[in-house]
């Protein structure tokens, strides 16, 4: 099945960094999602995006679907960002939807 | 806008109960997503349904059952619990059926503990 990995596990900022997430997978998808994990367990959709460049206030992601990686770009970093990111992918068309998530980038944003 | 619900948020069971678990998708989403996240570790797909019919069957124990229902919603059964269960529950739902992709809108989850 679809590898997918994310760099770096862990991550330590300090207020108003700027930081970016890595997400590979080895094979061509058809759905990729970033989620924020926050301390209280929720899932929280940041971007449906299996290719091209999407952004959100503070956040962005960049899909190269044909490089096979996503990076997830955040800025000016709030102790609210703190968490884990994950990234999820759904392999190919007719595969049922299921998403396969990375092992996450534990966030944590110091004041 | 209106969110997945799942019910209960918490749950706390003995070993050998049994649990069941509820998922009310977002309005008009006919597809529905189980997933079982372990302490320390990423969300694992279990089970997925369209318009009714089981879709897709990932790492499903024999000892879990789910089925979704004619209103969308969907339960998740789940017999002769183990200390292993203990986990958060989510379950996600979408516009689309397998057909198309489309982004899964994750419920708060379950917190279930099994003492």
């Known amino acids: 099945g679809i590898q997918v990995e994310q760099s770096p596990p862990d991550l330590i900022l300090q207020e108003g960094a700027n930081s970016t997430l890595r997400c590979n997978f080895s094979?061509?998808?058809?759905?990729l999602q970033w989620f924020h994990q926050n301390p209280w367990g929720q899932l929280i959709n940041l971007f449906y995006i299996p290719s091209g460049t999407k952004q959100n206030g503070r956040l962005s992601a960049t899909t190269v679907a044909t490089e096979r990686y996503s990076l997830l770009y955040i800025s000016s970093s709030q102790t609210t960002d703190s968490g884990v990111y994950f990234c999820a992918v759904e392999q190919g068309y007719n595969q049922g939807g299921k998403l396969i998530f990375g092992q996450g980038t534990e966030l944590s944003v110091k004041p | 806008a209106a969110g997945v619900i799942q019910s209960p948020r918490h749950l706390i069971k003995e070993k050998r109960e049994t649990a069941t678990l509820k998922c009310y998708p977002i309005p008009r989403h006919d597809t529905v997503y189980w997933y079982q996240q372990g302490p320390g570790q990423d969300p694992q797909f279990l089970i997925s349904?369209?318009?009714?019919?089981?879709?897709d069957k990932g790492s499903i124990p024999d000892r879990f059952s789910a089925q979704q229902f004619s209103d969308y919603h969907s339960e998740l059964n789940m017999s002769s619990l183990e200390l292993g269960d203990s986990a958060l529950y989510f379950c996600a739902s979408s516009p689309s059926g397998t057909r198309m992709s489309d982004t899964q809108y994750f419920g708060p989850g379950t917190r279930l503990t099994v003492l």
């Open positions: 094979d061509s998808v058809n759905n």
């Open positions: 349904f369209y318009e009714k019919m089981q879709s």
